[in-house]
């Protein structure tokens, strides 16, 4: 069975910080883009950041550069995303999925669009009130 699970959200008050953490099981992500996305309620899912195969690059959405961190250890299968100095506006749902296969030769932007990735995540609610 394809899981891709998310943990780690909850409610942090401004400011303060969270770690997400995403567990595949029954998939690979070696070799493999991963991204972490998000939906507030009313909007449309939306691209935080991904994560080449290699892990040599990263793409960040202007949101949260210098935020937010993205990492991956494929021994284990997981990827996470540290979300530092969080806002009011950073309340969604995230989402961890995986990308294409091997090296593309993408601009950023494209990374981060949602109808590049196939497995998801079931989404974890992160909540910071204003």
């Known amino acids: 069975q394809v899981q891709l699970v998310e943990s780690g959200g909850g409610l942090v008050q401004p400011g303060g910080s969270l770690r997400l953490s995403c567990a595949a099981s029954?998939?690979?992500?070696?070799?493999?883009?991963i991204g972490w996305f998000r939906q507030a309620p009313g909007k449309e899912r939306e691209g935080v950041s991904c994560?080449?195969?290699?892990?040599?690059?990263?793409y960040y959405a202007d949101f949260v550069k210098g935020r937010f961190t993205i990492s991956r250890d494929n021994a284990k299968n997981m990827v996470y995303l540290q979300m530092n100095s969080l806002k009011p506006e950073d309340t969604a749902v995230y989402y961890c999925?995986?990308?294409?296969?091997?090296?593309?030769?993408?601009?950023?932007?494209?990374?981060?669009?949602?109808?590049?990735?196939?497995?998801w995540g079931q989404g974890t609610q992160v909540t910071v009130p204003s």
């Open positions: 029954g998939i690979s992500l070696d070799y493999y883009a």
């Open positions: 994560m080449s195969f290699s892990g040599g690059s990263t």
């Open positions: 999925a995986r990308g294409p296969f091997g090296g593309r030769n993408w601009p950023g932007e494209v990374w981060l669009r949602p109808i590049n990735y196939d497995y």
